[in-house]
């Protein structure tokens, strides 16, 4: 066979709506990490992010998991860290990236009602592989 393979879209991205549902998501990419967690936050989402990492932070040290947050500078925040580095950088948006290989981006701000947030997942090494490296630029 020859050609190109048709790929079912909803296999590699979805959209979520609803907070709980985002969270949920955010839950299980993490629980599925094997190398490497990037979590970059706005300042509103950075609580909530480090809530979600929490359960997973002491899970890192043993799999060998390069954890990584940026956000701005919340000292109470970083004192919450464990196994995960902090970088102190002024984002205007918001995603999770695991194992260069899926990624959810946040979509609405933060004063948005939480049944109506809107965050998308892609499944595609590809695409997270280059929205990593931008911003791995945007950081120098």
Known sequence: KTGVQHVDISS???????RTS?????????????????????????ERNVKLLKNFMPG?????????IYTAQNKPLVKKLQNVEHFEYNAHSSFVCIDSKEMIFIVSNANVVPDYEVAIWVSSPFFVNAVNVLFEESLK
């Open 12 to 18: 590699i991205s979805k959209s979520i709506v609803g």
């Open 22 to 46: 985002v969270n949920r998501y955010i839950k299980d990419m993490l629980s599925k990490a094997k190398s490497s967690v990037v979590v970059v936050s706005t300042q509103e989402h950075a």
């Open 60 to 68: 890192f040290s043993k799999k060998a998991i390069k954890a990584r």
